[in-house]
Every structure is written in C-alpha cells, then in structure tokens.
C-alpha cells in the first residue's frame, strides 16, 4: 500500500513565478505611488485652502512613512525573487525542489510558513516553504498571500505535504 500511495504521488508541481513576481511588482508600485499621491493630495489641498487643517497635517507625515514600506515590501520582494519556488517534484526517492534534493533516508521536514507584514496579515505577505533535512534548512518563498495565481500549486503542495510522516514517507492520515 505504502508504494501505491508512493507512486500516486510522483508527479511535478510548477508555480507561475513571472506571474508571482508581476504581481509582487505591482503591489509595491501601487503603495509607492499611492503614498506620493496622498502627499500631492494634500500639499494641494493645504495651498487651495491656504490653512492648514489637522487631518492634512496627518496625511502629510502618514504619506512618507506609506511610501518607506513600499520600498521595504521592494527590497522584501527582490530578496524573494532569489528564493522562489519554481518546480517541486516528488519521487520514489524523495522531493525535489528547484535543484534541490531531500532524499526520504533522512527525516524531511515541511511545512508553510507566513512571512507577516507588521504582525498582521496583509495582501503584500509572503507564503514560504519551509524545509529541514539532516543539517540543511531551506527557504522557499510561494508567492504573496492573496496570489491567485499561485493558489492553486500551493493546494498541490499542500495535498502532498498532508501525507508525509516524520521518517519521510509517505502515508495515509
């Protein structure tokens, strides 16, 4: 039973990482420019109003701070553009990630993890794919949170880490 379930298993699994890294991309233009927008907003604002009310002033100092995060989530995104995922196959004999192999004759351990934004889930999070294995650790990242392009290849992932024990076999839970 244990080799049917290992067979069953063996397949590839690719992620759309031009489409996880366009989308990256377009989230941090849009907080960059958002943050320039709402600091042009107000200046406008303040000079037609020639007064400078409380909720301007706010925007004012919000705006910067908006677009420093954008520059974050840009550098966070560059470095996640090094690690990403682009194809896992799982064999008889283990996993294969990108050109990394994990061989079943050690314990392989897997398991998502959430690289959160200011402690809270944010449309800019990343999903990784967290790997141990005798002495290496890797990291790799998935895509953002509401990615829907790579939604579907996570499920994948998922599906085949919900079978795998300790030993790095596969089982059925």
């Not at 990482?17 to 907080?31: F, I, Q």
């Not at 990403?84 to 351990?109: H, L, M, R, S, Y």
């Not at 290849?153 to 596969?170: N, Q, T």
Request: with cysteine.
């Amino acid at each position: 039973m244990n080799e049917e379930l290992n067979r069953k298993f063996e397949s590839t699994i690719e992620l759309p990482v031009k489409t996880m890294k366009k989308a990256a991309s377009k989230e941090v233009r849009n907080l960059i420019f958002g943050g320039i927008a709402i600091f042009a907003l107000a200046e406008v604002v303040r000079m037609a109003l020639n007064a400078v009310p409380l909720y301007l002033l706010v925007l004012e100092y919000l705006s910067p701070f908006i677009i420093i995060c954008g520059l974050f989530c840009a550098l966070i995104n560059l470095y996640n553009g090094t690690i990403a995922c682009q194809k896992v196959e799982v064999q008889d004999d283990g996993i294969k990630i990108n050109e990394d192999f994990f061989g079943f004759e050690c314990p392989v351990t897997m398991d998502f993890a959430i690289g959160k934004f200011f402690g809270k889930t944010r449309k800019f999070n990343s999903i990784y794919l967290d790997v141990r294995a005798s002495g290496a650790h890797r990291k790799y990242w998935l895509g953002h949170y509401f990615d829907k392009s790579s939604f579907h290849a996570r499920d994948e992932i998922a599906k085949v880490l919900d079978f795998f024990d300790e030993e790095g076999k596969i089982v059925r839970r």
